[in-house]
């Protein structure tokens, strides 16, 4: 056979190659072929199942410097069959005239292959190396036999531990295998002859994902974005930083004494570096990776962000790979190459402010011109004031003061980043980054910083946006960064509420206790309503009073909640933390959903446990045997319900506040009678007239105006007098909306009779992402692909007394639904990553084992593949069903 030529893609033991031949067009990925050295045998290396036999790794990395990277010229001489369409042969090879057999036996990293045959005069040859290798004590043959190491092939067991050891600190490694293009495996080299592998995703960029598997399509330039990493690190010696634990894993309280061990990550967030540079900015410049701004804070203090930023610009002006198709502007509104916005106003801009309307936004004197501009800050959203949420109107109150005191009448500098266009009721908006001060300093940046504001998550594809948006991120992280930070309780609103100053900023916040929940104390709201305590609320109340008001102690910031207040933990002689005296005390008890992310969630569970055997104040009429009746009567029967199918509509599906949907049953005389109802009730609000001094109220039956023009029946659901509007839900159809009171009328006596056809549903067993994530819009969006407008099989799987249905949803057209009884839109969620196996939140779970293993069987492919919120690993806590 005539020699062929290759590139060492990789070695995978002394005598093994991995070889790919050129790349195509575009950098695709080249064919693979596996090679192994004819007539001599190297140590083998191990894997998770079975230890390196000895001088293996010795021998795989005299080869691996040799050879990876390089041209190789090699002639087969016979094949092996192959499982996976990559050929694999024996054969000779040599790189710059070298051959590698000749190579390993003289440099003591392999042995002859035994014959059965008489030897020839090239086996005398490889017999001759090899004893003067043994003579010289060279290679394998040293007497003092291979130095010990140990190799752990799974990822550490407590991630957040070996993270706080390695954290920013440079360590040295060879990358083993390439995931995609910003996911790599390494081998980290540790003291003590500790080999540890462990998977690293690239900070601050993401590539589109490869095929993890044969016949499986990849993302467009998912495999090119793979090959590019592959060719330049794979098995290269490169240096590796760890800079965090993806979001789910990581906790606020790890490094404390009282911290439990956390449960292993899948994989760690950092940088890799090698000789000739930093890969992810190579992919960045070459436009087979985009930048993941909220890795900011991550990258901020080494510059890293602003460099990614700089080879980004310069990609999407070359119109590279994932810009290729990508139109210079997004909306038409983005000003990146403009002096002034749409309407002829400047871009870039001194004025003075005159007006202070909320916390992000303000009106500004322009100098030159003398033209008044409201601006809303870019990236950037304070709460509102909004009637009858006293906490939220206060913290808005609270950053308008502390803006009004910051640029009214100040000279600042403005820079319009994008036009927010007209949208229903609202009108244009400038969203701008506003700068004071000889230091320029951005004012949105500032209140990010001192709590009063947080940043927009932008959507993926989205370029309007601040242009300090890294910065942004940077700035809302800063009290996550802080760790313990001195305070003092200024006051105590409830057991678990306090309100803190913080001396070193000179601010003043409120801090809940997370992981528990204390009764309320009675309180009288603005309107003078009278709220009564809840049993214990005041006791609650004075305990944390007499214990921790006008105390030093140090809190640790773990959130912020919806009124701009922040979640964490507090501290009282530094180690005594008040959440686990509350609990102790019985003037409170676990939260257990908040619970569940805290590492010391069991020493509350204990005191818990504790306080409950001595009947302490809020557990003083405990009954453990009333309480378990209690709570199996509420959860309902669990025994799993006979086949009910039915065919239905999506009607409705809604993201905010959370994951929600309606549906429609049909078939029914209910759908019937509906379509009779609506003709009817078109007919009449031709010649009804309106009801000027009608005001609607929580509760009420009404006929609502939706936004295509048409009535429908709903019910109010919040009235808003002082606004003139409500929001309402839609009783037949489920969508909700608000409404304002012109386009709301009291519902006629003739059109009550029927019960509204539309029934609020939920999915059996699994869950979407929390709303936080950066996954819960994809999944939404799939979810209404699937589902929304379209008729469906739905099964009943539990009922627990209230409307909402637990429904497995089922697409008759889709064969795999044919042939399989458990197969649904339910398990299709999981497998794409899009939702997990509700564990906690599922009662009737244990009751339906069959359609469980369903579940963990495509979970495990989801997870396997890296799909969906699985593509930096396995974000699931580990619990056992």
């Known amino acids: 056979m005539a020699p062929m030529k290759a590139i060492v893609k990789s070695v995978l033991s002394g005598d093994t190659l991995i070889l790919r031949g050129r790349p195509g067009p575009q950098g695709q990925p080249p064919k693979e072929r596996v090679l192994h050295i004819a007539e001599v045998t190297s140590p083998r290396m191990g894997s998770s199942t079975r230890e390196d036999e000895p001088w293996a790794f010795e021998s795989r990395e005299f080869m691996r410097a040799f050879a990876v990277g390089k041209e190789i010229t090699f002639t087969p001489t016979h094949s092996l069959p192959s499982n996976d369409d990559i050929p694999r042969d024996f054969g000779h090879a040599e790189i710059n005239g070298i051959d590698l057999a000749t190579e390993l036996l003289i440099n003591g990293w392999a042995k002859p292959s ?54 920013a600190q440079t360590i040295d490694a060879v990358v083993e295998q390439v995931r995609d293009g910003t996911t790599v495996r390494v081998r980290l080299f540790l003291p003590d002859s500790i080999h540890q592998m462990a998977n690293v995703a690239l900070a601050g960029v993401r590539s589109a994902k490869a095929a993890t598997r044969q016949g499986e399509a990849a993302e467009a330039w998912g495999e090119e974005a793979k090959f590019f990493t592959e060719s330049r690190l794979l098995q290269r010696s490169v240096r590796v930083q760890l800079l965090s634990l993806p979001a789910p894993t990581a906790q606020p309280f790890a490094a404390t004494s009282e911290a439990a061990p956390p449960t292993s990550a899948s994989v760690f967030i950092g940088t890799v570096l090698h000789p000739a540079g930093n890969i992810a900015e190579l992919l960045v410049a070459t436009g087979l990776a985009r930048v993941v701004g909220w890795h900011a804070g991550l990258l901020a203090s080494s510059g890293g962000m602003e460099r990614l930023r700089i080879v980004e610009k310069q990609a999407k002006e070359k119109r590279a790979y994932l810009y290729a198709n990508v139109p210079e502007t997004t909306n038409g509104k983005n000003l990146a190459a403009s002096t002034t916005v749409p309407n002829g106003n400047s871009r870039t801009f001194e ?27 870019s990236s950037t959203r304070c709460p509102r004031s909004t009637p009858g949420d006293i906490k939220q109107s206060y913290w808005a109150s609270e950053a308008r003061e502390f803006l009004r005191k910051k640029l009214i009448g100040k ?69 996550k960064r802080l760790g313990r930070v001195p305070a003092v309780v200024q006051g105590v609103t409830a057991g678990s509420r306090f309100k803190l100053l913080l001396p070193k900023e000179n601010q003043t ?10 009764p309320r104390p009675g ?27 006008q105390r030093d102690v140090e809190v640790e910031f773990e959130s912020t909640d919806k009124s701009g207040g922040f979640i964490g933990a507090m501290f009282l002689n530094k180690t005594e933390n008040a959440a686990i005296t509350l609990v102790k005390e019985g003037f409170a008890s676990v ?10 969630v069991n020493l509350l569970l204990e005191a818990e446990k504790e ?10 009429d405990y009954d453990e045997a009333v309480e378990q009746e209690a709570e199996k009567s509420q959860n309902g029967s669990t025994e799993p319900l006979k086949p009910e199918y039915m065919d239905v509509i999506v009607s409705d599906v809604r993201s905010n506040p959370a994951f929600g949907f309606s549906v429609q049953i049909l078939n029914t005389e209910g759908i019937a009678s509906l379509e009779k109802l609506m003709h009817d009730f078109s007919l009449h609000h031709r010649s009804a007239t309106a009801a000027p001094s009608f005001i609607p109220r929580n509760g009420d039956l009404v006929s609502a105006r939706f936004s295509d023009g048409s009535w429908y029946r709903a019910k109010i659901r919040k009235s808003s007098p002082g606004k003139k509007e409500a929001e309402v839900t839609f009783i037949d159809y489920g969508n909700q909306d608000t409404i304002g009171f012109n386009d709301i009328r009291p519902l006629d006596p003739k059109f009550r009779s029927l019960p509204g056809q539309a029934h609020d549903a939920r999915l059996s067993f699994v869950k979407l992402p929390d709303p936080e994530s950066e996954y819960y819009g994809e999944a939404v969006e799939r979810f209404r692909s699937l589902c929304e407008g379209r008729k469906l099989v739905a099964n009943t799987d539990f009922r627990d007394g209230s409307s909402s249905l637990h429904i497995r949803l089922m697409d008759p057209s889709d064969p795999e639904a044919a042939k399989d009884p458990l197969s649904c839109i339910n398990a299709d969620l999981i497998r794409e990553g899009y939702a997990l196996i509700d564990r906690k939140g599922c009662k009737y779970l244990r009751s339906y084992p069959q359609v469980v293993q369903k579940l963990q069987d495509v979970l495990r492919d989801a997870k396997r593949e890296r799909l969906g919120m699985f593509e930096f690993g396995d974000i699931e806590d580990d619990e056992e069903l």
């Open 114 to 167: 035994e014959k059965k045959r008489d030897p020839t005069d090239d086996d005398m040859k490889r017999k001759d190396l090899e004893s003067e290798a043994k003579n010289g004590l060279k290679g394998m043959w040293n007497p003092q036999g291979p130095k010990p190491y140990s190799v752990n092939h799974t990822m550490p067991l407590d991630s957040q531990a070996f993270m706080n050891e390695w954290k």
């Open 591 to 600: 939260h257990t959903y908040s619970a569940e992310t805290i590492p010391w």
């Open 411 to 479: 000279t600042v500098r403005v820079h319009v980043d994008f036009v927010r266009p007209r949208e229903g009721d609202y009108e244009e908006r400038e969203c701008a980054t506003v700068r004071f001060g000889s230091q320029n300093i951005n004012i949105a940046e500032t209140m990010i910083e001192k709590g009063f504001a947080t940043v927009v998550r932008h959507r993926r594809d989205d370029e309007d946006r601040s242009s300090d948006y890294d910065k942004l991120m940077v700035a809302e992280q800063s009290f």
């Open 509 to 518: 916040v409120t801090l809940v206790l997370t992981g528990v929940r204390a």
């Open 351 to 377: 004025a003075t402010v005159i007006r202070i309307w909320s916390g992000d936004q303000i009106s500004v004197l322009e100098k030159e011109t003398g033209k008044e501009r409201r601006l809303q800050f």
């Open 611 to 620: 306080a409950k055997a001595t009947r302490k104040n809020i557990w003083s």
């Open 523 to 549: 309180r009288t709201e603005r309107d003078k309503v009278e709220v009564k305590s809840e049993p214990y609320g005041t006791e609650s109340l004075e305990f944390s009073t007499r214990r921790f008001l």
